[in-house]
Each structure stands twice: as C-alpha cells, then as structure tokens.
C-alpha cells in the first residue's frame, strides 16, 4: 500500500477553458507527518494549488487521493474532519471573541442544529493554549495585531483536529519574530502527526522548516525533493526568475537577491520561459 | 452557568408578553391611554374592542418587530456587512410597488393590496438573485448587493410613475399612507395569513443560528469547515425574506427595525449568533409592540407607524454611534 497521506496525479485546472492553465498536469505525493512547502513567485498557482486540494476547486483533469481514496469520493463532513485550511488572511466583520471565533473549528463534529456544547469550547481553549495566545481568550478580533490574527487563525484550524493542514502564506505577512513563532508550532504540530502543506513565496521560510518542496512556477512544477536536492542557486533562480544565491549563514540556508534593479540588459531576468 | 441560561431564556420570551398584556389595555377607549380593568369586564364594547381589534393588532406589531429584527441580523451575518437591512435586494421596493399597483389598477382592498406587495416583494427578490447570478465580477456577496440595488432603483422608479399617474384625491393618499405604514387595518385574518409564514422562517432561523457564525466567514474557510456555503446560504436568505414579505405585506414599509434592533442585541448578548439571535427576536418584538402603541395613542388619528420607527431607530442609532463603547470593527 502506498504510504502517502496526498497523491496528486497530473491535475490540471483553468479559471477559463480557453486560457492558459492556472495548474498543469501537476503530480506529486505527501507523506505522513512531513511539511511540504509549495514555493513559488506570486502567481504561479500555490493558492489555486491549495483550493484543489481542499477541493473548493474541481480539477480540470488528473485526480487527487486522500489516504488511498479519491478526494471525491469523500463527504464534506469527512473531508471537514481530515483537512484543515488556514487563510491567507480573514476579513471578519463582526466582534467574536478569539475563543468564539476558534470554536468555530468544531463544525465539522457538530451536525446542522447542533450548538457547541462546554467540551467543544473546551477543545478550542486547548486550541488556543498550544498556539500560546490563551490570553486573548475573550479578545473581538477585530482588535488583534497581525501576528495575533494569524495565530487565532491557526487555532482555529487546531480545533477542527484534522489529519491534514494547508497553509495559505502563513507568514507573509508576519514580521521576522511573529514568523518564527508560527514556524516553530507548524514544527510542533508535525511532531504531533499532522501532516503539514504550506505555501510560501519566502523560500527561507520554506528552508526552516520544510521537508520536502514543491518548486511552481507558471502553474507548472519544476522540481520537487528535499531541501538537499532542489534548494539551489539554479533552481530557485528558474523558479523566481531572477537570479538569486542561495547561502549558508550560521548553518542556515538563506537566499540572496543578486540581481540589480533594470537589469534586463544583461538577459537573465527570465530564465524560465513562461 | 446552566442556571443563568435558563434565566435569561425566561426573560427573553416573559418580556414581550408582559409588554403585550400592557399594551392590550392601551389605547384611546374609552378615554385616551390606559383603560381600567373593570371596562374589560363588563363593557361589551370595551371586550370586543380588545380581542377582536387589538389583540391581533398588538400580535401582529410583535412578529413585525421579531421578523424584521431577524431578518435583518441574518442578512447582516450573510452579507458578512453590519449596515444590510432586510429590505434590501428589491424586497421593501418591490412591496411598495405591487401595493400601489393594486391601489391604482385593481382595489384597495386590503387582502388584495397584501397579496400584490408580497407578490411583487418576492419578484423583486427573485430578479435580485437572477441578475446576480448572470454578473460576471466579483463575489457572490458583492454581486447580489449590486443587483439588489439596480432592482431597487427600477422598483421605485416604478412607483414613482404609479403615484404620478394616481388620483391625487383618492389613491395617492392610498399609496402614501401605505408606504408610510402602519397597522390599523389588521384583523385576525391578516394574522393567519402571516403567521404560518413567520412560524416557519423564524423556527428554521433560530434553529440554524449558530451556522450563521460559520456563514459570516470567507466562502473558503466556510467549506473548509464542511459548511455546505451556497445551500445554506440560500436557506436561511429565503426563510429571513419570507419572514420580510409577508410582514411587509401587512405593515407597508416599516424601516429602520431591521438595522437597528440586531445592532442593540449585538451590544448586549456579543456578536455570537446563537446568543444575539434570540436577543434580536424578543427586542424586536417589544420595539414592535411599543412603537404600534405609539402609533394608536401618539394623536386622536392614526400616525404612520413607519414614521415612528425611522425616527426612534434613527435617534437610537445616533446615541449608540456617538457613545464612548461604540468600535467599529475594522
């Protein structure tokens, strides 16, 4: 049997039939507690990427299997309890509190009438407490700083208890201090055994934590491997499509920008053709 | 903590039948304010006066205030925007314009001037939903504001041409004090035409209250949450529309309950669905019944009891935006 948690063959999708493909023919698999970061330039198809493994989107063509099973053949509440997603970011118009707000996880156990009862709110205390923000328990959302948000966010998908967690840039827009706090409970929870699918279009990030990576651009995969294998100077370049290095500082992989700006003229500002 | 519920649950549902029972002994019979408990005893009139004419009255004035409240607490979390009243996407428009085509072409009778409102609150809908669906930009959420404002704009274009073209002697004040609106017409009847319709819409809301939580998200964490988006939002649009027409029918345009009575309940129970619905459903009901009270002793006549929503709603509103704990979330 095959041990992979996600399997994806070939899929392809458009947001329109007669333009180019936001994915395509895309395979790749995920293994059990690992973290896979799908890294990429803004557009190449991570968040559509992600969509279709939540199945908000239905591929075009290709298919993807969720432990052994195609992922349609799963029921919404099913797929609910085994894969979790946390937004980019949440625009949330009225004043929950943090601990109401992450309660919310729980629907997926709740059926339609069902109303949470005292151990559901019980569970997204413990939500809270593994992210460390039990303090702003009865904090309105709309009065929590960036990290915070983020942080009631990834709660929030700790409460749903799934096997799976996508990521949609979870530390794009966190300062350098506030990312590392979520790179270090998005290790935390691989240790815990959720299987962990972040994407990125800071490849550091994607270097601090990542096991394996998924290389997009143009809605294409370049490569995928591990750090080891596909986190070069080459192939960040062709992925990014500037020319970048890629360092070591302190044991640590850190990528270098080494492209002046208006450098066209010497050619290189393109190397992967679109 | 189990007690405390059961306590505030007790107070939800006594208070607006204390202001009920209060209210059945208002009026301007036989003189003008309270009328003694010995009247109702004895005074055919005086009996038949309250159970024929204000009982169903002041039931009516409730589901008016429950239903729009509702209504519009539901619309706000499903347009995921705090400013929505239930009115809106062509339903109060829609009503004004089929009463005033029924006063003009057909009668003013008020059953059939009822039926051609809903009737033409529910096209007014319908149309909203259709045209949204055909818009090729945006979100769902932007898509239908848009269309229910064009389907407004039309609506009360309409309107404008059926008071034009109207008798100014007899239907213009018709159609005028229909829209201003008002209760005074109400019997028994009336009521059990509404009342199946605002049973059933306001049950399957109260039942599904905490869901609207998981609506007022992002379509995508929505489904990530195995929240059945487009069907459960259609649901619950349709039950707090259903609630609007049918009221609306009855009442003509009574503004203003819907945006603020939502806000208030928000302000005391938080912004949890499964607690400020519940809140909504019985301020409403109590704003309702004292704003009808208003509306039958204020003067010697009748005053429109839409006027005196608007203003008390508008009033209330400034106070609640200028006070210190007001913060806008954003």
């Known amino acids: 049997m095959n041990p992979a948690v996600i ?21 790749f698999e995920i293994l059990p507690q690992t973290v896979t970061a799908i890294l990429g330039p803004n557009g190449a198809g991570k968040t559509t990427l992600l969509h279709l493994l939540l199945r908000l989107k239905t591929p075009l063509t290709g298919s993807i299997h969720l432990q052994g099973r195609p992922l349609n053949h799963y029921s919404r509440h099913e797929l609910s309890q085994n894969i979790g997603l946390v937004p980019q970011t949440e ?18 156990y709740l059926g339609p009438l069902e109303i949470p009862a005292e151990k559901d709110t019980e569970i997204a205390r413990q939500s809270l407490k593994e992210v460390g923000v039990s303090h702003l328990e009865n904090r309105p959302i709309p009065a929590l700083s960036g990290g915070e948000l983020q942080l009631v966010l990834l709660a929030r998908s700790l409460c749903q208890q799934p096997r799976v967690l996508l990521l949609d840039e979870p530390t794009s827009h966190l300062d350098l201090a506030n990312r590392n706090i979520t790179l270090q409970i998005m290790d935390r929870l691989r240790r815990a055994g959720t299987t962990l699918v972040f994407s990125t279009h800071d490849p550091e990030a994607a270097a601090l934590i990542a096991d394996k990576l998924v290389l997009m651009r143009a809605g294409q995969v370049l490569e995928t491997g591990s750090l080891e294998e596909v986190f070069t100077t080459e192939t960040l370049s062709r992925t990014y499509g500037t020319r970048v290095e890629v360092l070591q500082v302190d044991g640590l992989r850190v990528v270098k920008s080494i492209e002046r700006l208006g450098g066209e003229q010497n050619g290189q500002n393109n190397p992967a053709e679109r | 903590m189990k007690n405390n519920k059961n306590l505030t649950a007790f107070v939800l549902v006594v208070t607006p039948l204390i202001v009920l029972g209060i209210s059945l002994f208002i009026g301007r019979y036989p003189k003008p304010l309270l009328m003694p408990l010995s009247v109702l005893l004895h005074d055919q009139l005086g009996q038949n006066l309250v159970y024929n004419l204000r009982l169903p009255r002041l039931i009516t004035s409730a589901l008016l205030g429950m239903s729009l409240a509702t209504a519009g607490g539901v619309m706000q979390m499903l347009f995921r925007n705090p400013l929505v009243e239930p009115g809106f996407l062509g339903v109060t428009q829609g009503a004004g314009f089929g009463a005033a085509l029924s006063i003009l072409f057909l009668t003013t009778a008020p059953l ?9 609150a529910i096209i007014g809908l319908l149309l909203s939903y259709f045209i949204a669906r055909r818009i090729r930009f945006g979100g769902w959420v932007l898509r239908l504001v848009l269309s229910g404002i064009a389907v407004s704009a039309i609506f009360s274009a309409g309107l404008g041409i059926l008071k034009y073209m109207a008798d100014p002697t007899s239907q213009l004040p018709e159609i005028v004090f229909w829209l201003l609106g008002g209760l005074w017409s109400v019997t028994w009847t009336d009521l059990w035409y509404i009342l199946p319709v605002v049973v059933i819409g306001l049950v399957i809301i109260y039942l599904m209250r905490w869901r609207l939580n998981l609506l007022s998200l992002s379509d995508e964490t929505a489904f990530s949450l195995g929240v059945a988006v487009g069907r459960e939002r259609t649901l619950l649009l349709a039950a707090s529309v259903a609630i609007t027409a049918v009221v609306v029918s009855v009442a003509g345009i009574v503004g203003w309950i819907g945006l603020i009575i939502p806000h208030i309940a928000r302000r005391i129970a938080g912004a949890n669905a499964a607690s400020f619905i519940p809140v909504s459903m019985s301020l409403g009901a109590v704003f309702g019944i004292i704003c009808d ?35 806008i979330a954003r």
């Open chain 2, 112 to 120: 059939v001037v009822e039926l051609s409102a809903a009737g033409f």
């Open chain 1, 7 to 27: 399997q994806v063959n070939d899929l392809s999708f458009s947001y329109n039939p007669a333009g180019n493909a936001a994915v395509h023919q895309v395979s």
């Open chain 2, 293 to 327: 009270d208003l509306a039958r002793v204020l003067t010697t006549g009748e005053v429109p009891l839409g006027i005196i929503t608007s203003l008390i709603g508008a009033v209330i509103f400034l106070i609640m935006m200028t006070s210190r704990s007001m913060r």
């Open chain 1, 91 to 108: 625009y949330i118009p009225f004043e929950y509190t943090a601990l109401e707000y992450v309660t919310l996880g729980r629907a997926p």
